[in-house]
């Protein structure tokens, strides 16, 4: 399988209070198409920092990233905000929905800025992901009219209006209670069965059981790499998280 996402040595540093941290150290991964990659890691490790310089959020030190044969740093800030709104999607632990607009508008918004298709044609693909993800009768809500949960599905749809490439997901369900944690798993390992590549940050066993691959992140590097794949139906879940959770102990974690 083909690769849509490549870290070349891969290094970020801070200065602060005149002293260098550095935070990813020459850090290399390939990440395939179509597959579901989890990054976990103690507090520190570099898992944010990973996520938000690979995608282009952050600039990176040194290093190099390659997304769909295109060398990141080669492009200006417009060509990367161009890649960041229509080829790749954003869901992160705090939901950051615009509080002046209503559930629809919010996920729509972010379809009418790339200025690439009709209202009409928006609007049909917003109901499609409201269906998908089960908030369709959220059409006509505000934000402030919703639960917790809800508004992280309706967070999924917009990231998804635009029909990204790729999903970043930062700790997606850590604002969440377990029940609907697991609703947006369940939305989010569909998404990734249709096709759909997603790269998730999680410090959760639960969270992270529902993914392909597993990356482990010590001091700003990855140390240790464990596959999914022998378990393949959500049946297994539990017996997923109980084969993560006995490597995650030997990793120290």
């Known amino acids: 399988m083909e690769n849509i996402l490549e870290a070349k040595n891969l290094s970020k540093t801070y200065l602060l209070n005149r002293r260098q941290h550095h935070i990813l150290k020459n850090l290399n991964l390939k990440v395939k198409k179509g597959e579901f990659l989890a990054v976990m890691g103690p507090s520190g490790s570099g898992k944010s920092t990973l996520l938000y310089n690979i995608s282009g959020m952050d600039k990176m030190t040194a290093g190099e990233v390659v997304f769909a044969n295109e060398k990141l740093s080669q492009l200006n800030e417009d060509q990367l905000s161009a890649i960041r709104l229509k080829k790749m999607g954003f869901v992160f632990q705090q939901i950051n929905l615009l509080k002046n607009l209503g559930i629809m508008d919010n996920i729509i918004i972010s379809a009418f800025m790339a200025g690439d298709e009709k209202r009409d044609e928006i609007s049909k693909r917003a109901h499609e992901l409201m269906k998908k993800t089960g908030i369709i009768e959220l059409t006509e809500n505000e934000i402030t009219q919703v639960s917790g949960g809800q508004l992280q599905r309706a967070a999924i749809c917009r990231a998804?209006?635009?029909?990204?490439?790729?999903?970043?997901?930062?700790?997606?369900?850590?604002?969440?209670?377990?029940?609907?944690?697991?609703?947006?798993?369940?939305?989010?390992?569909?998404?990734?069965?249709?096709?759909?590549?997603?790269?998730?940050?999680?410090?959760?066993?639960?969270?992270?059981?529902?993914?392909?691959?597993?990356?482990?992140?010590?001091?700003?590097?990855?140390?240790?790499?464990?596959?999914?794949?022998?378990?393949?139906?959500?049946?297994?879940?539990?017996?997923?998280?109980?084969?993560?959770?006995?490597?995650?102990?030997?990793?120290?974690?």
């Open 160 to 253: 998804l209006i635009n029909q990204p490439q790729i999903l970043f997901a930062d700790e997606p369900t850590g604002a969440l209670n377990s029940s609907a944690a697991e609703d947006v798993m369940s939305v989010l390992q569909k998404i990734n069965q249709e096709g759909t590549t997603i790269m998730m940050v999680t410090h959760d066993v639960k969270v992270a059981a529902h993914s392909e691959r597993i990356l482990y992140m010590i001091d700003g590097n990855i140390e240790g790499e464990y596959n999914l794949d022998k378990f393949k139906e959500n049946s297994e879940l539990k017996e997923r998280e109980s084969s993560l959770s006995r490597w995650l102990l030997n990793m120290g974690f």
